[in-house]
């Protein structure tokens, strides 16, 4: 039944994802010549920041309100989880206005108010994306996130290419797609009926921060390892830098939000298992999926790097082609962190997830800064993924008494296959092996996760079929 659940969950999140996720790289090319490279990077930056400061200003109270709306279901305490969740996100976002407010009149920070729409936006929409995964309905969660980045995309392009506001237009059109998103999720979902002011108890949100509040540490963590680089790269190397590294991230971007479905999908039922006899197996079979779709997929973003690079992103952005493949690495054990920390959370264990996060943080940190004068944009690149690896060793290492994950012949293969890729996309290799690549990374991808497919495709057809918006 949890099997069925969770690929039941992953296709209603991929369907959103691929419309998306797609949408959004079309149209980085069209950004990276709208803006400059600085004003890209500050962008990046800006991005940064917000992901940052969101679990601060909301104490990651999203993810104790999901976790116990899974705990909740059933005896009568959802309304009053939905709404303790609704109490801590209001204060939240009151502390953020007024903190604006004070940066506007006294610094005249011409740029305070469109991050704070940015900011504040991603505030709520973090908070009901929680409440939809606890009310189970991803279904919702993933036609909205594809209708907010079309939004983005059109409002982007009026705001940068049409009025030419450039940098306030571009974090300006994000904050109001994030914005539309909220709007859509409350109507779709009926989300009043789930909230009363009756229901609130200090009690009750004191729980959600008690779980939460461990996770602060963790996301913050994450932030250094995900993101603490570009703010490095910006004050040391400069802004224009940044905007090379960052479009270098783009690629590891696309299987970072393609696996971030499953990711969703996963927590989800790993929180409704953890009592179950069976559970070991269960993550074991769930993990040798996970690392095989992984490793082959990013094969196949690996084989098409040179095309990206030297046809679709702008010229002034081709160093970028050397960086990721790095991080493409990074993010492969991003994933693989992810999913322990999966594992972690529906044992309420959140202490854990943040204990192998920081380690992994000041790897980072150190590596980033010690090597970034000596190597350049290689430092914060292989900074990357040291720490990711770290991380994961971590985690995996924690959860061994709990299961012991199998490396199989398999997966073995994948590994040594991948470290291939990697190596001809650093290569300058001709145009043929270029191509005899990029036909046996497809077909590779398809046959050794083609059980994976044929299921996924059958319960594709039938909850398009069955499925009643």
């Known amino acids: 039944m949890r099997r069925t659940s969770l690929s039941d969950n992953t296709i209603l999140l991929m369907i959103g994802t691929i419309l998306s996720k797609g949408l959004m790289f079309i149209m980085v090319p069209f950004f990276s010549r709208w803006l400059t490279t600085e004003d890209y990077g500050t962008f990046d930056l800006y991005i940064s920041y917000a992901s940052l400061l969101v679990p601060i200003i909301s104490l990651s109270s999203g993810e104790g309100l999901f976790r116990y709306m899974v705990e909740d279901n059933g005896n009568g305490k959802m309304q009053q989880c939905v709404s303790d969740g609704l109490i801590i996100t209001v204060v939240g976002f009151a502390l953020l206005t007024i903190v604006t407010s004070i940066l506007y009149l006294s610094l005249g920070w011409q740029m305070a108010w469109p991050f704070w729409l940015l900011l504040s936006s991603e505030l709520w929409n973090k908070y009901l994306q929680s409440f939809l995964r606890?009310?189970?309905?991803?279904?919702?969660?993933?036609?909205?996130?594809?209708?907010?980045?079309?939004?983005?995309?059109?409002?982007?392009?009026?705001?940068?290419?049409?009025?030419?506001?450039?940098?306030?237009?571009?974090?300006?059109?994000?904050?109001?797609?994030?914005?539309?998103?909220?709007?859509?999720?409350?109507?779709?979902?009926?989300?009043?009926?789930?909230?009363?002011?009756?229901?609130?108890?200090?009690?009750?949100?004191?729980?959600?921060?008690?779980?939460?509040?461990?996770?602060?540490?963790?996301?913050?963590?994450?932030?250094?390892?995900?993101?603490?680089?570009?703010?490095?790269?910006?004050?040391?190397?400069?802004?224009?830098?940044?905007?090379?590294?960052?479009?270098?991230?783009?690629i590891?971007?696309?299987?970072?939000?393609?696996?971030?479905?499953?990711?969703?999908?996963?927590?989800?039922?790993?929180?409704?298992m953890?009592?179950?006899?069976?559970?070991?197996?269960?993550?074991?079979?769930?993990?040798?999926?996970?690392?095989?779709?992984?490793?082959?997929?990013?094969?196949?973003?690996?084989?098409?790097?040179?095309?990206?690079?030297?046809?679709?992103?702008?010229?002034?952005?081709?160093?970028?082609?050397?960086?990721?493949?790095?991080?493409?690495?990074?993010?492969?054990?991003?994933?693989?962190?992810?999913?322990?920390?999966?594992?972690?959370?529906?044992?309420?264990?959140?202490?854990?997830?943040?204990?192998s996060a920081i380690v992994g943080a000041i790897v980072n940190v150190l590596l980033t800064i010690a090597l970034i004068n000596v190597i350049g944009l290689y430092a914060p690149a292989f900074a990357t993924l040291i720490s990711y690896a770290v991380t994961y060793f971590i985690r995996q290492y924690k959860l061994r008494r709990i299961v012991r994950f199998q490396i199989t012949p398999l997966i073995v293969w994948c590994v040594l296959y991948y470290v291939y890729f990697v190596i001809m996309a650093l290569v300058n290799a001709n145009h043929i092996l270029n191509t005899i690549n990029i036909i046996v990374a497809i077909l590779a991808f398809i046959l050794i996760n083609k059980e994976l497919f044929n299921k996924y495709y059958r319960r594709m057809r039938r909850l398009l079929i069955s499925k009643q918006f």
């Open 274 to 355: 953890y009592r179950d006899e069976n559970r070991s197996s269960y993550y074991n079979s769930i993990f040798q999926k996970l690392a095989k779709i992984t490793l082959t997929f990013s094969a196949c973003l690996l084989s098409v790097n040179f095309i990206l690079f030297d046809y679709v992103f702008d010229i002034k952005y081709s160093s970028g082609r050397f960086y990721s493949p790095i991080l493409l690495t990074a993010i492969v054990f991003f994933t693989l962190s992810n999913f322990m920390g999966g594992i972690q959370i529906s044992l309420f264990q959140p202490e854990n997830n943040s204990r």
């Open 252 to 272: 590891p971007a696309i299987v970072s939000s393609v696996i971030s479905m499953f990711s969703i999908s996963w927590q989800q039922s790993a929180s409704e």
């Open 134 to 250: 606890g009310i189970k309905r991803l279904d919702i969660y993933s036609y909205t996130s594809a209708i907010s980045v079309i939004f983005i995309a059109i409002a982007v392009t009026v705001f940068v290419k049409v009025l030419e506001m450039s940098l306030s237009g571009i974090v300006i059109g994000y904050g109001l797609g994030y914005s539309l998103g909220c709007l859509l999720i409350i109507v779709w979902s009926k989300y009043p009926k789930y909230v009363s002011v009756n229901t609130v108890s200090l009690l009750g949100a004191k729980k959600l921060i008690t779980y939460s509040y461990k996770l602060i540490a963790n996301s913050i963590s994450w932030w250094v390892m995900n993101v603490s680089d570009r703010i490095i790269i910006s004050v040391i190397l400069g802004a224009a830098t940044n905007g090379v590294y960052a479009i270098a991230n783009k």
